[in-house]
């Protein structure tokens, strides 16, 4: 049974939410969706599990938080950006200009506006990193800082899973004057928006988690459409060169992989990977860029904001091995992929998650789009679940913007 509200122009797309569950395998989710600044949409279902709280299939509620994965990277993106607009960093400048032992490495010249766009060659570590330092803030932006690029940076494109999140978290924390990028992110965009999302869940908030888990399907009632972009494409890629970017992207150390629902994953500050949010979170703030102001001011001053949408590259990416387009932190829509299209508006960017969480913002629009899930599918761009949501908003806007 869905529980929230919606506008009821907008019962279309809470029908298809609600369809996920019977279709999909749905097990617990929450939709949310904000139109020309006004929350249209806010719903959930499902039960959720947190084993370390000792909670097993309770009703998933409006404030029940999960792991977005890289749904969050443009939470971090948008973080870089505000200082961009305070004249704190430079897009242009080197990290080393605000990180001196970035230097090491040959990374001397790599830009903030390298990092960004996932062309900085800095991928994967390539040297080992013990299980439990993923945890650790100062070890993870020290194995950061010493790195060499796995390519030229700037020669070509490789999505960075990890590193990205400690290199440019390390960044606000350096520029800002914040003991932390999570203190900064609440000071900053959660606090400011009455938003509830971590990167690193305080004990407060631990009993609100929902555990993640494989999505089971009904394969005869719902297709795979993933065009190549799925984890089996990916781990083909991983075993063809086990010593290779793609797998040490997504394996060094393995406990990126294994360590998702424990207590020291969620508390910990990997901010490329471990944001917990809803639903209503992450459809504030892209709704608030879509708009690109808010009650008490701006999130981006207008010619900032337009960076999210500027398209920094579109490559073959050397990681995930498929042709990406990126802006300053932001994934943007590919016209004939529908894994990899947020929908009609020209300026639409966001972020998919591993398994299928998302947000993204449409300016053409005025829409911000929130979807969590803790049935992880197969998809590594924007999940087939998601796909469905999207296209029931789009077919309620119609032509108007």
Known sequence: MVEGFFNPRWAGVANQFSELFTTYGEQGAGLALYHRGELV??????????????IAHEPWAENTIVNIFSAGKGLVALCVLQLVAQGKLSLDS???HY?????????????VRDVLSHRSGLSAFHQHIPDDHIFNWSAMSAFAANETPWWEPKTGQGYSPFIYGWILGELVRRVSGYAS???????????????TCYFGVPDSALELIADTGPLKRNLSNAPVVSNGADSVALGKLMKADPRGVTNRAFCNPISLMTATNTQAWRQAQIPAANAHANAQAIAAIYGALSCGDRANGELLPAEILSLCSQEQTFSH?????????????????????????YGRGARAF??????GCIGFADPDYQLGFGY??????????????????????????????
């Open 41 to 54: 949409m806010n719903i959930w279902a499902g039960v959720r599990s947190n084993r370390l709280a000792g």
């Open 94 to 96: 080197p990290i080393a």
């Open 99 to 111: 990180w001196p032992e970035f230097a090491q490495g040959d990374k001397a010249e790599i830009t």
């Open 181 to 195: 990028f999570n203190d900064y992110f609440q000071a900053q965009v959660a606090a400011p928006l009455g938003v």
């Open 317 to 341: 990416d050397q990681v995930l091995g498929l042709p990406l387009r990126f802006s300053h932190g932001f994934m943007l829509s590919q016209a004939n992929r529908p894994d990899c299209r």
């Open 350 to 355: 966001g972020h998919p998650g591993a398994g």
């Open 372 to 401: 969590v899930t803790s049935r992880m599918g197969q998809n590594i761009l924007i999940d087939e679940r998601a796909v469905l949501l999207i296209n029931a908003a789009y077919e309620v806007l119609g032509e108007q913007r």
